[in-house]
């Protein structure tokens, strides 16, 4: 059984000094292949350099190039330069992670909707697929996104946590959905236990956004509290048990749904 995590925040500090030892658990878990989010210039360059220094086959580690809507007031004139050239690297696979965060306004909306804009655009450009965030923001997003999704080759509305109308839009504008620990969250996602069985075949993908959102349901816990990719295996569970599959038929349908989406290379068994 093969698992692709289409988002790890490798770069965090918390993963400093262990990058190795949390790829071979994430390997050994049968997370085969990872795709590690960029969030700001200087971190999809770290992405990068991360990629290039842990995988010498060039079949394991990917990336994405992005800046977060929570630092979209940091882009400049020089942004959109720096972005295009770390996304002609062949490791580098999605534009983002970009979108809108009107949940915590860590940047102003105006701002935010710009950057967005800028980002597709990029994608547009270079046809690369795009790596979305959005908390409390679904309608400007997809307001948005209608302006240039003819000519994306593909998006994904990575770690969704919204409500139905929310979702049946972005698969209306045929977007692909990421799920994240989120769904093993007794406390703020058993919304998306009914939801998850409505994502078709094709269109949903499992990503672990570690070091964030440790599966509540993951026993035991690690000590440190600190989500790594090997616990993909629990969001697999958790989804499988909702959508009412097995595991096994889950895992091939999602990885080969995220081979497609970043054209990743298929590893042999």
Request: charged share 25%.
């Amino acid at each position: 059984m093969q698992l692709i995590d289409i988002g790890v925040n490798l770069t965090n500090p918390s993963f400093a000094d262990k990058h190795q030892v949390v790829l071979e658990r994430a390997y050994e878990s049968g997370v085969c292949q990872l795709v590690l989010t960029g969030t700001s210039i200087e971190g999809s360059e770290q992405a990068l350099e991360l990629c290039d220094h842990l995988d010498d086959t060039g079949e394991r580690l990917f990336s994405t190039a992005g800046i977060h809507p929570h630092s979209a007031s940091e882009w400049t004139a020089d942004s959109a330069r720096h972005l295009k050239d770390l996304l002609m690297h062949s490791r580098v696979r999605a534009v983002g992670e970009c979108g809108l965060d009107f949940n915590r306004d860590f940047s102003p909306r105006p701002q935010q909707e710009k950057v967005l804009e800028e980002h597709l655009a990029l994608a547009v450009q270079l046809q690369l697929p795009v790596f979305l965030h959005e908390r409390d923001a679904d309608q400007r997003l997809l307001d948005i996104l209608r302006d240039f999704r003819d000519q994306l080759p593909a998006a994904v509305v990575h770690c969704f946590t919204g409500e139905k109308k929310a979702l049946f839009s972005y698969l209306d504008l045929d977007l692909h959905i990421g799920i994240t620990g989120w769904i093993c969250d007794e406390r703020r996602g058993t919304h998306l236990h009914p939801l998850v069985r409505e994502i078709p075949r094709g269109r949903l993908m499992l990503e672990s956004d570690a070091p964030y959102l440790l599966p509540r349901t993951l026993r035991p816990k690690p000590k440190n509290g600190r989500n790594e990719p090997a616990y993909l295996t629990e969001v697999l569970r958790e989804v499988a048990l909702h959508r009412g599959e097995t595991q096994e038929d889950l895992a091939a349908h999602s990885t080969a749904c995220a081979r497609a989406f970043f054209g990743l290379p298929i590893l042999s068994e």
